[in-house]
């Protein structure tokens, strides 16, 4: 038997034996893709729930059963993804709750835009949201809904878009807690959040994140790994972009964290923040970032590297900075360490073992006001295996390559480098002095001149590239 709507199958009044077959052609109207086949349980009382399990009006014992495979689509349930005023809230929230009940993993969103006034939540180990591609399959968050993993091993979300499209209490658009081992992959945020476009909140250890956005985020950061117990975090070929008012991503713990191939773009308030406050203490314990590409085109906006410092404890043991390019390199730094709010005191900042290698840049616009590459001023202390260079950069320099230095540790308020024979009198404390006609690089601080060796600073002649490594 076939019928062309649930409509009508609710209506049916056929007498039927046990185990017949129907075959329903659309949800709401035939070939709207919320079909598919059914047996008659003739003697099932089992509560409908609008999609698996469906009960004929008239009927009161006996029910219309779907036939599942390992996937369970949310048109199923009367899902329209139309977008607009049309709410899919009730019918994705039957669609979970079936995926529970039956042990069916996968819940299918196919192409559509579906609308939703409360939380998506995954509760299940191995649970998994699917959708038809990134651009296609579209969650829209209504009256502060998010996407939720909680609770739950080994998660799966892939291949579809959240948007949250106005100011509406939205405070993730994606939350990850307790959830270790999560896969996030091909998934798109965008809108307007109060916190953040992507939260790793606290024991979501060893997730993985590959070819995942945040783009045009409105209010709040693109993302947040603010919690403890976040061991092995990865980020494989994310975009974090466009940020308007925060951060590309603030990281106030990390332990053994790799990002690797990032691309970060004009994100206001720098593209990676690390972040310490009253309650949120700052550990990052060795945080490897490999290949990035990092762009800042308006010379308003934060450098690449910042650090937040409300309050509390920001300890940097381990940065890893492993090739990359940096394009539009109008801010003022690559690496801005000094991290003090106005008011917020300097107590408990410390960087140890910082190490930023192979970075190339490719700028336009460059003029006297690019001070350099990283600047670490007071309230560092012990920053070592990376010299903390602020370099005052020639007029119309095309290009900077930084490759390695570790021939010093400074703990000084640094000062830009100074190009020319050199002169004591004009010397300060912190800063580095390449004189030209001796060939060597000196470094003076409260203590005294030290020559650090010919050539631990080339220029080539006629050239707009400084190449400062370990000679």
Same mark, same amino acid.
């Given at each position: 038997?076939?019928?062309?709507?649930?409509?009508?199958?609710?209506?049916?009044?056929?007498?039927?034996? =046990?185990?017949?077959?129907?075959?329903?052609?659309?949800?709401?109207?035939?070939? &709207?893709?919320?079909?598919? &086949?059914?047996?008659?349980?003739?003697?099932?009382?089992?509560?409908?729930?609008?999609?698996?399990?469906?009960?004929?009006?008239?009927?009161?014992?006996?029910?219309?059963?779907?036939?599942?495979?390992?996937?369970?689509?949310?048109?199923?349930?009367?899902?329209? /993804?139309?977008?607009?005023?049309?709410?899919?809230?009730?019918?994705?929230?039957?669609?979970?709750?079936?995926?529970?009940?039956?042990?069916?993993?996968?819940?299918?969103?196919?192409?559509?835009?579906?609308?939703?006034?409360?939380?998506?939540?995954?509760?299940?180990?191995?649970?998994?949201?699917?959708?038809?591609?990134?651009? *296609?399959?579209?969650?829209?968050?209504?009256?502060?809904?998010?996407?939720?993993?909680?609770?739950?091993?080994?998660?799966?979300?892939?291949?579809?878009?959240?948007?949250?499209?106005?100011?509406?209490?939205?405070?993730? /658009?994606?939350?990850?807690?307790?959830?270790?081992?999560?896969?996030?992959? *091909?998934?798109?945020?965008?809108?307007?959040?109060?916190? %953040?476009?992507?939260?790793?909140?606290?024991? %979501?250890?060893?997730?993985?994140?590959?070819?995942?956005?945040?783009?045009?985020?409105?209010?709040?950061?693109?993302?947040?790994?603010?919690?403890?117990?976040?061991?092995?975090?990865?980020?494989?070929? %994310?975009? +974090? @972009?466009?940020?308007?008012?925060? %951060?590309?991503?603030?990281?106030?713990? #990390?332990?053994?964290?790799?990002?690797?191939? =990032?691309?970060?773009? #004009?994100?206001?308030?720098?593209?990676?923040?690390?972040?310490?406050?009253? /309650?949120?203490?700052?550990?990052?314990?060795?945080?490897?970032?490999?290949?990035?590409?990092?762009?800042?085109? *308006?010379? #308003?906006?934060?450098?690449?590297?910042?650090?937040?410092?409300?309050?509390?404890?920001?300890?940097?043991?381990?940065?890893?900075?492993?090739?990359?390019?940096?394009?539009?390199?109008?801010?003022?730094?690559?690496? &801005?360490?000094?991290?003090?709010?106005?008011?917020?005191?300097?107590?408990?900042?410390?960087?140890?073992?910082?190490?930023?290698?192979?970075?190339?840049? #490719?700028?336009?616009?460059?003029?006297?006001?690019?001070?350099?590459?990283?600047?670490?001023?007071?309230?560092?202390?012990? @920053?070592?295996?990376?010299?903390?260079?602020?370099?005052?950069?020639?007029?119309?320099?095309?290009?900077?390559?930084?490759?390695?230095?570790?021939?010093?540790?400074?703990?000084?308020?640094?000062?830009? @480098?100074?190009?020319? =024979?050199?002169?004591?009198?004009?010397?300060?404390?912190?800063?580095?002095?390449?004189?030209?006609?001796?060939?060597?690089?000196?470094?003076?601080?409260?203590?005294?001149?030290?020559?650090?060796?010919?050539?631990?600073?080339? +220029?080539? =002649?006629?050239?707009?590239?400084?190449?400062?490594?370990?000679?």
């Amino acid at each position: 038997m076939k019928f062309n709507s649930m409509v009508d199958l609710r209506a049916d009044v056929t007498a039927l034996n =046990p185990n017949d077959l129907i075959h329903l052609l659309g949800y709401y109207s035939p070939g &709207d893709g919320g079909g598919g &086949d059914f047996y008659w349980d003739a003697t099932s009382t089992d509560t409908d729930n609008g999609g698996s399990v469906i009960k004929r009006t008239a009927i009161a014992v006996g029910r219309f059963k779907a036939i599942l495979n390992d996937v369970i689509n949310v048109k199923r349930f009367g899902a329209k /993804g139309v977008g607009g005023s049309d709410d899919d809230t009730q019918a994705i929230a039957n669609a979970l709750a079936a995926c529970v009940a039956t042990g069916i993993q996968v819940l299918y969103l196919p192409q559509g835009e579906y609308a939703t006034t409360q939380d998506i939540v995954l509760t299940q180990d191995h649970q998994i949201i699917k959708g038809e591609s990134r651009d *296609d399959a579209i969650i829209v968050l209504n009256s502060g809904a998010k996407v939720i993993v909680n609770n739950a091993q080994y998660a799966q979300l892939s291949s579809f878009k959240i948007i949250a499209p106005k100011e509406q209490g939205c405070v993730n /658009g994606l939350l990850l807690n307790s959830s270790p081992g999560t896969l996030v992959e *091909d998934v798109y945020v965008t809108g307007y959040f109060t916190e %953040c476009g992507i939260r790793v909140g606290e024991a %979501c250890y060893s997730t993985r994140f590959v070819r995942c956005f945040t783009n045009e985020i409105q209010t709040g950061d693109g993302w947040w790994f603010r919690n403890e117990g976040n061991n092995s975090i990865q980020l494989q070929s %994310c975009y +974090i @972009l466009n940020t308007k008012a925060g %951060c590309g991503i603030s990281i106030s713990q #990390a332990n053994n964290m790799v990002i690797d191939a =990032p691309q970060l773009e #004009a994100n206001k308030e720098g593209h990676i923040q690390f972040y310490a406050a009253e /309650g949120v203490p700052g550990a990052i314990r060795s945080l490897i970032i490999n290949d990035l590409y990092s762009e800042q085109s *308006d010379a #308003a906006n934060k450098p690449t590297f910042t650090i937040k410092h409300v309050s509390g404890v920001m300890n940097i043991r381990g940065l890893y900075v492993n090739g990359g390019y940096v394009n539009g390199f109008t801010m003022p730094y690559f690496a &801005d360490f000094t991290g003090i709010i106005s008011g917020s005191g300097t107590v408990g900042v410390s960087c140890h073992n910082v190490n930023i290698q192979n970075i190339t840049a #490719a700028g336009y616009n460059i003029d006297t006001s690019v001070r350099g590459y990283i600047t670490g001023p007071a309230p560092l202390n012990d @920053l070592t295996e990376c010299c903390p260079l602020v370099v005052t950069l020639p007029g119309n320099a095309a290009s900077v390559s930084v490759v390695r230095n570790r021939s010093i540790g400074i703990a000084e308020p640094m000062q830009p @480098l100074l190009l020319g =024979p050199y002169n004591p009198t004009l010397a300060q404390a912190g800063g580095l002095w390449y004189d030209a006609m001796q060939d060597n690089l000196r470094f003076k601080d409260t203590k005294g001149e030290y020559i650090l060796g010919a050539r631990s600073l080339y +220029i080539p =002649p006629l050239s707009a590239q400084f190449l400062i490594s370990q000679r």
